[in-house]
């Protein structure tokens, strides 16, 4: 009976302490390191191929997702120190970036300083790209070039690449 | 008998802590990223502070000596962390294209001006970023210029250096803006913080380090 008692009392002190870590588990990370700077901000989603009439400009919808919590400046931010939103197609990638479009922004301010107005995306978006290629399969590493922030953090401007692969007939 | 069933409810009874434990887990992360997504698709006008609690930088510096540097200021003129040895400092990193940084360049100014007399001072460290190659000029001329109206228009009156990529390693990495390091008069990181906080968290840490 000794016996049981002492491993009845050695369970429930497991369980306590495998209670107390989950708890610090839950609540615990109020002290971790808030570094914005490890989450990739924006990924480009689709479409990876797309078939055009070569020669011809045709019109690409290209998706975007930024990261929840984060922002990035839209294409026209409201301050010409903020770094734009752009889409790019290297020279010599067998098709060319005639023009792009980008959604509007939406108008946010940041909690400490309601005097700021940026004008930002979120979510997800998508830009317009009105591409001519040449006859042929084009692996195209488009540029997509942008600068994130939270209310609080910001990441230095990046340039991630909007692999696709352009047919054209 | 007896005993094996007084075993077996007794390992129930973890089991049920530890499936607690995990299903509170998983609903609090869910309603965090619910939030997140809430907040991403509505047409606000507030982006919503997403922490989770209270805002802690624990940099690897703390306590140690804040690593050397010597860098160049607007005017070209070589500055050396070490010139301010027997100073308390603030080294501040930051960008002329981050907001956040901007809003908190008034308060340092303010601060700064108010604790001089008491031996401290700020270092305003220019960081341009990773995507400016060393060699494209034209980028590192059009920043210079960047950085120089702005301290014109905010009447800085402390040192603002050039080319805080090159120091940003042993700092760290400092690859989220602004991040600051309060120094005490020994050299020794006293406090770090990462984002921007408040006038008052930043005036703790330069107390803080003046009282060091």
């Known amino acids: ?56 400009a045709s019109l690409v919808a290209l998706h975007f997702r930024i990261a929840p919590g984060l922002h990035i400046n839209s294409h ?20 060319r970036l005639e023009a792009a479009s980008y959604p509007a922004g939406t108008d946010v301010t940041l909690p400490i300083d309601p005097k700021t107005k940026l004008n930002v995306y979120t979510g997800e978006f998508i830009i317009q ?25 910001c990441m230095p401007p990046k340039t991630v690449t909007v692999a696709m692969d352009v047919i054209g007939k | 008998m007896r005993r094996n069933t007084i075993v077996f409810f007794v390992v129930l009874f973890i089991l049920a802590i530890l499936g607690w434990a995990g299903w509170a887990n998983w609903e609090y992360h869910k309603q965090a990223a619910e939030r997140a997504e809430a907040s991403a698709a509505a047409h606000a006008e507030m982006i919503p502070d997403l922490s989770d609690g209270t805002l802690t930088y ?16 607007l005017n070209g003129k070589k500055v050396s962390l070490a010139s301010y040895s027997g100073k308390a400092v603030l080294i501040n990193f930051w960008a002329t294209w981050c907001t956040p940084c901007k809003i908190e360049t008034p308060w340092l100014i303010e601060l700064r001006n108010k604790y001089a007399p008491q031996g401290f001072e700020v270092l305003g460290i ?79 840490n330069i107390r803080k380090a ?3």
């Not at chain 1, 790209?129 to 953090?153: E, M």
């Not at chain 2, 624990?58 to 200021?73: I, M, Q, R, V, Y």
Request: charge should be negative.
């Open chain 1, 129 to 153: 790209a009105r591409i001519v290629a040449t006859r042929g399969n084009h692996l195209v590493q488009g540029k997509l070039h942008y600068q994130a922030c939270n209310n609080s953090q």
């Open chain 1, 1 to 56: 009976m000794v016996g049981l008692k002492k491993q009845v009392y050695a369970a429930l002190v497991v369980a306590g302490v495998a209670a107390l870590a989950a708890q610090g588990q839950i609540f615990g990370s109020n002290a971790q390191d808030r570094s914005i700077a490890k989450v990739d901000a924006v990924a480009y989603l689709f479409p990876e191929q797309v078939t055009v009439p070569a020669g011809k």
């Open chain 1, 76 to 95: 026209t931010p409201k301050e010409d120190y903020l770094i734009p939103t752009t889409f790019s197609i290297p020279a010599g990638s067998g098709a």
């Open chain 2, 58 to 73: 624990n940099s690897p510096l703390n306590g140690k000596s804040a690593p050397a540097f010597t860098l160049e200021d």
């Open chain 2, 126 to 204: 220019s960081t341009e970023g990773d995507d400016v190659k060393p060699s494209d000029k034209a980028a590192w001329d059009k920043d210079k210029q960047a950085v120089e109206k702005f301290v014109h228009q905010e009447g800085v009156p402390y040192p603002v250096l050039m080319g805080g990529d090159g120091i940003a390693q042993p700092y760290g990495g400092v690859d989220d803006l602004p991040t600051s390091f309060f120094v005490n008069r020994k050299g020794v990181v006293v406090a770090a913080q990462m984002g921007l906080t408040s006038a008052s968290e930043i005036e703790g």
């Open chain 2, 210 to 212: 003046l009282a060091d």
